[in-house]
């Protein structure tokens, strides 16, 4: 399939009634916030960022937190990174799993919070908590985040997108409350790649798309990068040249062959998604900056 044919699936619309009232939700509380915080995934800096949380959010200050860092191409983060500052954007990109990075980024948020009540003309130190909100899409790691910044765990924490269901403060380290806001998509996808990137990165469930579909896309994904991926895990040179050659290999790695020599398509399907997941291919981005038309080729880590 070439990528024309996957645009030319149907997006599946798949958009929760709670998403809806969650959005209107964040523009209420709005005006209680010093600073909102758009958490993304760094593998899709601009394809898991939701075009109108800043339309529920104007005039706010405002930064980009790219999480999961560790998943993502360290070459292309930096270029991500470079960008995102080109437009004038605060950008932080974090693994979230280490433990220095999340008191650094309190100290952050602080910081940018008083800088902004400066810059409006504020005559009176901030005397109450720096109020931070925090929005995202589905399963971009905002309850792993939370838990992280917090001396407790406070917030649920699951594989799945849709875990938070509600807004709920938190205080964290430090003089910061954060406000943590369940994961909300936006009404109209812009295609099936799109869509399909969001699946790959667990912001839309895997039954909803459908995992054969999804384990294709990932094939086609794969190709685009061959200097990344870790191609011996399945006994490979290098990328197969149709998806079904791939399936192929990782059911014989796996043993998900039936009787008479045919593979499992659903199973290796997971097999494969998981793999990605798991990080057992590599560390992978699959969007780059506007500008760029190729991927990043392997460098050192950041």
């Known amino acids: 399939m070439t990528p024309l044919g996957f645009n030319d699936l149907p997006l599946t619309g798949w958009f929760p009634g709670h998403m809806l009232k969650a959005g209107r939700k964040m523009h209420e509380i709005a005006p209680l916030v010093d600073l909102v915080v758009e958490l993304v995934d760094a593998r899709l800096p601009l394809a898991s960022r939701n075009p109108r949380f800043r339309e529920f959010l104007p005039g706010k200050p405002a930064m980009v937190l790219a999480n999961k860092a560790d998943l993502a191409d360290p070459a292309a983060s930096r270029r991500w990174q470079r960008w995102f500052e080109a437009q004038g954007e605060r950008v932080f990109f974090l693994d979230a799993r280490q433990p220095d990075d999340p008191d650094r980024l309190v100290r952050y948020w602080e910081r ?3 800088e902004e009540r400066e810059r409006r003309g504020a005559t009176l130190a901030l005397t109450r908590p720096v109020r931070v909100m925090i929005a995202g899409v589905p ?35 430090g003089d910061v409350e954060l406000l943590d806001t369940p994961g909300v998509l936006w009404p109209r996808i812009r295609d099936k790649e799109h ?3 969001l699946a790959l990165v667990g912001s839309i469930r895997d039954e909803v798309i459908g995992i054969e579909l999804l384990a294709e896309f990932l094939w086609y994904e794969l190709s685009r990068q061959p200097g990344r991926v870790d191609w011996s895990l399945y006994d490979l040179a290098a990328c197969p040249e149709y998806p079904d050659e791939l399936m192929a290999a990782v059911a014989r790695r796996r043993g998900l062959l039936r009787p008479g020599g045919g593979i499992d398509p659903v199973r290796t399907a997971h097999a494969l998604v998981k793999d990605y997941r798991d990080l057992r291919l590599g560390a992978l981005t699959f969007e780059f900056p506007p500008e760029e038309t190729t991927p990043c080729r392997p460098s050192a880590s950041l």
């Open 112 to 114: 940018v919070a008083h």
């Open 139 to 173: 399963n971009v790691g905002k309850s792993t985040l939370v838990n992280r910044l917090c001396a407790e765990k406070r917030a649920q924490v699951g594989p799945l997108p849709g875990v938070t269901r509600q807004n709920q403060w938190i205080r964290l380290r």
């Open 195 to 197: 869509e399909l990137r």
